[in-house]
């Protein structure tokens, strides 16, 4: 057999996006040269890897899941490989992937780059954003070394450390004389209209908050995007839930209070996953170090708004 890296790197990104085309712009090449890897390498099988439909994509072949399945097992051990190789001599360096909700980076994640600037200079990070299923499908995939998430959504086969606890709190607008109470229950919220973010697993969870209390939101509007539920709130359209504290949040600048949740129970644990069964590169480690220090350092604290005790 014969092929190049370059060539796996885009029969694979192909296969995960299902298109010539989607793959042709996230590597940055053109369609023919993803169409040639894809040749070069089926020839070089002897099997075809993707059924092609005009106007309708690729497919995986049975085959083909098989392949692209040990293509993205053997990128993510290269990657490993060559951070090893260049964190090596004591320096900690090389690129540490990441992925993590934009709906809470913003927050908890720029002082950690600036920790990691401040103390390994020579480690880079790309940040790849998503919701609750894309990030850990990153991981799974080997397009990252770890994701910031829930406890509650993290497989077997993936470690977790844990960061903080993030509890649920209601936004409230200014306008609502309940955004001047020091606390309020998911009884009251659910007799007000609600700001409800429509991502995956999201609105599952915040509809199983009041379920479990046998209560039912009044679910008025609904977004995809936290910025928009914010705007909606901060316009007096309603209250939303959220777990990590908007970084532009301020009480005294702001249209909306940030209401603590009384009898908010089940509190989910944000931190990191990796994948369980593989040995992280030393910058890698480095990374998730800074993370825990600031970690014990109280510095997450800032992230939150606690249940009142």
């Known amino acids: 057999m014969n092929f190049t890296l370059k060539q796996l790197r885009y029969v694979e990104a192909a296969g995960r996006l299902g298109s010539i085309a989607k793959a042709a712009v996230e590597v940055s090449i053109s369609q023919s040269s993803i169409i040639a890897s894809i040749d070069a390498l089926e020839a070089s099988l002897d099997y075809a890897l993707f059924v092609r439909t005009p106007a309708k994509g690729i497919t995986p072949t049975s085959a083909g899941r098989e392949a692209l399945q040990l293509i993205r097992t053997y990128l993510n051990q290269t990657q490993q490989f060559q951070s090893e190789l260049q964190s090596q001599g004591g320096n900690e360096a090389g690129l540490v992937r990441i992925a993590c909700y934009a709906t809470a980076a913003p927050t908890f994640l720029p002082p950690i780059l600036k920790s990691i600037t401040e103390n390994f200079p020579g480690i880079s990070v790309k940040v790849m954003e998503g919701n609750m299923m894309a990030v850990l499908d990153y991981l799974n995939n080997g397009e990252v070394d770890l994701v910031f998430t829930y406890d509650r959504h993290v497989p077997p086969a993936q470690d977790f450390e844990p960061l903080f606890h993030a509890p649920p709190y209601a936004l409230i607008s200014k306008s609502d004389p309940a955004s001047q109470q020091p606390s309020i229950t998911f009884d009251q919220l659910s007799k007000k209209p609600m700001i409800m973010l429509e991502l995956p697993y999201t609105r599952d969870y915040?509809?199983?908050l009041f379920r479990a209390r046998g209560l039912e939101p009044d679910v008025a509007h609904s977004t995809?995007?936290?910025?928009?539920?914010?705007?909606?709130?901060?316009?007096?359209?309603?209250?939303?839930i959220l777990n990590i504290?908007?970084?532009?949040?301020?009480?005294?600048?702001?249209?909306?209070?940030?209401?603590?949740?009384?009898?908010?129970?089940?509190?989910?644990?944000?931190?990191?996953?990796?994948?369980?069964?593989?040995?992280?590169?030393?910058?890698?480690?480095?990374?998730?170090?800074?993370?825990?220090?600031?970690?014990d350092e109280g510095l997450f604290d800032k992230c939150i708004v606690p249940t009142p005790s």
Do not use: M, W
């Open 206 to 208: 915040f509809l199983g």
């Open 224 to 240: 995809r995007s936290s910025e928009i539920a914010q705007a909606l709130v901060d316009g007096n359209f309603g209250y939303t």
């Open 245 to 295: 504290r908007p970084r532009s949040y301020s009480a005294k600048d702001s249209g909306f209070n940030a209401v603590p949740i009384s009898d908010a129970s089940n509190v989910p644990v944000f931190g990191i996953a990796t994948l369980s069964n593989l040995r992280q590169p030393k910058n890698v480690r480095s990374f998730i170090k800074i993370c825990t220090q600031l970690r």
